[in-house]
T-cell receptor, first 112, second 115 residues
Framework: EDQVTQSPEALRLQEGESSSLNCSYTVSGLRGLFWYRQDPGKGPEFLFTLYSAGEEKEKERLKATLTKKESFLHITAPKPEDSATYLCAVLSYGGSQGNLIFGKGTKLSVKP | ETGVTQSPTHLIKTRGQQVTLRCSSQSGHNTVSWYQQALGQGPQFIFQYYREEENGRGNFPPRFSGLQFPNYSSELNVNALELDDSALYLC??????????????FGPGTRLTVL
């Protein structure tokens, strides 16, 4: 069964304190791994798509990496506006068409 | 470029009633997926529509049904509402076919409360 586990559940950082969020996955053939940011009561905002092990993508203070079993979202020198829940999702070749399997997310709080 | 829009923003219904939620896909996209997100959980896939037909479905009962229209907009219908149907309902659009992209872009969601 395809599964995504994110850790930690919650993370509190001081402004400027870099850290990483983890997304572990098991799928029957990875078609893509996706990172989203979600603010309270709003829809997920797309950040990155990764397709193969070794791939990296960057956007401002965020960098996503992918291995055969997990993905990391590295946050460098975070600011309070980076506070949000970060969701990881996978799309597998063995699953139902269009079925993104999500983790429960990591709630990030950045204090000034 | 127009993003994904959903209506209404909030909705309150009573148990046993029926509800229809609406979604307009991002310009240039032809595929719509629907998700249910309970508080503190990740979104769960309900189904996907492409070319006006359901082409993928998650573990949701038949009282969850949908439509896609020729302009690629979509509706989610839920019959015989239950208390556990209270959630944020998300619509996501993507592009299928020869120029397929797997990335799904989400709308702002509809908050459904069942009393």
């Amino acid at each position: 069964e395809d599964q995504v586990t994110q850790s930690p559940e919650a993370l509190r950082l001081q402004e400027g304190e870099s850290s990483s969020l983890n997304c572990s996955y098991t799928v029957s053939g990875l078609r893509g791994l996706f990172w989203y940011r979600q603010d309270p009561g709003k829809g997920p905002e797309f950040l990155f798509t990764l397709y193969s092990a070794g791939e990296e993508k960057e956007k401002e203070r965020l960098k996503a990496t992918l291995t055969k079993k997990e993905s990391f979202l590295h946050i460098t020198a975070p600011k309070p506006e980076d506070s949000a829940t970060y969701l990881c999702a996978v799309l597998s070749y063995g699953g139902s068409q269009g079925n993104l399997i999500f983790g429960k997310g990591t709630k990030l709080s950045v204090k000034p | 470029e127009t993003g994904v829009t959903q209506s209404p923003t909030h909705l309150i219904k009573t148990r046993g009633q029926q509800v229809t939620l609406r979604c307009s896909s991002q310009s240039g996209h032809n595929t719509v997926s629907w998700y249910q997100q309970a508080l503190g959980q990740g979104p769960q896939f309900i189904f996907q529509y492409y070319r006006e037909e359901e082409n993928g479905r998650g573990n949701f009962p038949p009282r969850f049904s949908g439509l896609q229209f020729p302009n690629y907009s979509s509706e989610l219908n839920v019959n015989a509402l239950e208390l556990d149907d209270s959630a944020l309902y998300l619509c996501a659009s993507s592009l299928s076919g020869r120029a397929r992209t797997d990335t799904q872009y989400f709308g702002p969601g509809t908050r459904l409360t069942v009393l």
